[in-house]
């Protein structure tokens, strides 16, 4: 293991267990080093990973913004990091429909009719009933499934749904060249999210869960492209 990340794995640790949180401070430089036994080489380099992941910043000098500062919580640093290998890795879009699947209507199953991330889902509901672009709809589309998301109330669901935000977008916007009537599309889709709502605030979770599966899955098969499923 390179030196560097036992510096990792050692903040890991701390917020992890509750040590270290948002607003926390490391060790300085020279004394972090000291008590793992690592260089302050190493002891830089690590923080500045986690200065580009978003989980710290690293002020100079002295004062109340010197030091190494928790600024974010770990999960947004894997949304960050899911975002990248996404974007890389030209995934095939059953596989992104297969994951979409999974994880929504886990949430949909598991959100309440009290979450407050459903007034932003019917605010965008109303905002996709106006006559807009295929672009500005699939956009408001997607926020709307991610405040589903996060109505389920898990911080790494909703990681994972942010890091899939542009894939889905980016799927969803390809596949409209296939379809034979988009106005009638978009049309059953308004339709089909104020069903999965609803269904959320009745507090019928199985069948909101049914309801977001049918859903993502009829756009793909709408697309000519089959089954998403395997």
Do not use: C
């Not at 499934?145 to 889905?168: P, T």
Request: hydrophobic share 45%; aromatic share 4%; no cysteine.
């Amino acid at each position: 293991m390179r030196t560097h990340q036992l510096v990792l794995h050692w903040i890991e640790d701390q917020l992890s267990g509750g040590q270290l949180a948002v607003g926390g401070r490391l060790p300085a430089e020279r004394s972090l080093a000291e008590q793992l036994g690592v260089s302050r080489t190493s002891v830089r380099e690590a923080i500045r990973i986690l200065e580009a992941m978003g989980v710290v910043r690293a002020g100079v000098g002295s004062g109340p913004d010197a030091g190494t500062v928790v600024i974010s919580d770990p999960t947004a640093a894997l949304g960050s990091a899911l975002r990248l290998h996404v974007a890389t890795q030209h995934l095939p879009v059953a596989d992104i429909v297969e994951t979409r699947v999974l994880l929504e209507s886990w949430a949909a199953a598991r959100a309440k009719p009290g979450a407050p991330e459903l007034g932003l889902a019917a605010a965008l509901l109303d905002d996709m009933d106006a006559d807009r672009g295929v672009d500005d709809f699939l956009a408001l589309d997607v926020r709307f499934h991610l405040a589903l998301a996060d109505a389920a109330g898990n911080a790494v669901v909703s990681a994972m749904m942010g890091s899939l935000r542009e894939a889905i977008q980016g799927y969803a916007e390809k596949l409209t060249a296939n379809l034979p009537d988009w106005g009638a599309t978009a049309a059953r889709l308004r339709t089909e999210h104020r069903e999965i709502l609803a269904a959320i605030m009745n507090d019928d979770g199985g069948r909101a869960a049914e309801l977001v599966a049918a859903h993502i899955e009829g756009y793909y098969k709408e697309a000519g492209l089959g089954h998403a499923s395997r």
